[in-house]
């Protein structure tokens, strides 16, 4: 649904002569996402003694109990996956009411436990809902309940940042507005025949990271991402409109999350 003005600011630009190529869709913003990848100095780790590493895991369990999956669910909160592969070893997803909030519990666990948790890559985003189908408004329940969702309790969890292609014929952008919700709606007739197998947060990237979108998956089997998102990759709006960054994939960790890598 259009917020009011927006149809008339569109036609006033267009009447002005410097038509937008095509009419944007409106977004509704929710948590502030901060997708964090560290991997442990083990050398530095290992050289530690038992003390000092008892010392750094005390940090670690404060941090985790002040930022943690304790918190109150209007205030954010935090889950942290062991990733799969070499990319990385920890991914912390962090959701928060504000970015300042992000940028505290990511420098938190820094300022703990000696810095030996290295960050390897991040992905900064906002939880989006687009307005290609019909959705409440902004205070409908159900909205709130995605633009905020709680933390979903799934054991793996997929995450890859995209965009929508903008090259030669095949520019989302320069698509219509009726066009690109045409083509959203197969996009959902795809994602729904998994419906209760996987739980999707789509969040929105433009002016935040490099890619314009992050995809976080979360399933009880991980075979579900390689079918979903191997049968999207047919689905037009993927096959001709989407480029794809780096997977990352991990399974959920304890509250001790840093329990596989203590030496005790
Ligand atoms: O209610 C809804 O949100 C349903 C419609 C829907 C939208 C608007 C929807 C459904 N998605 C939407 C938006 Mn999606 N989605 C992806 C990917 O790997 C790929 O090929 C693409 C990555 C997957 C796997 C996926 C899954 N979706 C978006 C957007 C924003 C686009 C924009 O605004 O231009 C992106 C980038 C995106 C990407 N999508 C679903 C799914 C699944 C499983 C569903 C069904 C969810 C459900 O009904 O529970």
Request: glycine fraction near 10%; charge should be neutral.
């Amino acid at each position: 649904m259009a917020p009011p003005g927006r149809g008339d600011r569109h036609r006033k630009h267009v009447t002005g002569g410097e038509a937008l190529v095509s009419e944007p869709v409106d977004t509704l913003e929710g948590w502030y996402v901060l997708h964090d990848f560290r991997r442990l100095n083990w050398p530095a780790w290992q050289g530690l003694g038992s003390e000092a590493r008892a010392t750094a895991e005390a940090a670690w369990r404060q941090w985790w109990q002040q930022e943690g999956p304790q918190r109150s669910a209007e205030a954010g909160s935090s889950a942290a996956f062991a990733i799969v592969g070499h990319k990385a070893d920890v991914m912390f997803l962090h959701f928060r009411r504000r970015l300042d909030d992000l940028y505290e519990v990511e420098h938190g666990l820094d300022r703990v436990g000696r810095q030996l948790w290295e960050q390897v890559w991040s992905y900064l985003s906002v939880v989006e809902l687009s307005g290609y189908l019909a959705r409440g408004g902004a205070d409908h329940p159900e909205v709130q309940r995605r633009l905020f969702p709680a933390m979903p309790h799934h054991r793996y969890v997929c995450f890859y940042p995209m965009n929508k292609r903008r090259q030669g014929n095949d520019n989302w952008y320069r698509l219509s507005r009726e066009e690109r919700a045409q083509l959203m709606r197969g996009h959902g007739e795809v994602g729904r025949r998994y419906a209760g197998q996987v739980l999707q947060i789509i969040t929105g990237s433009q002016g935040l990271d490099d890619w314009e979108w992050g995809v976080t998956l979360f399933a009880d089997d991980p075979l579900v991402f390689k079918k979903l998102v191997y049968e999207m990759r047919f689905d037009e709006t993927s096959a001709r409109y989407a480029d794809f960054g780096p997977f990352w994939v991990g399974m959920r960790l304890d509250d001790e999350w840093w329990q596989p890598w203590s030496l005790r």
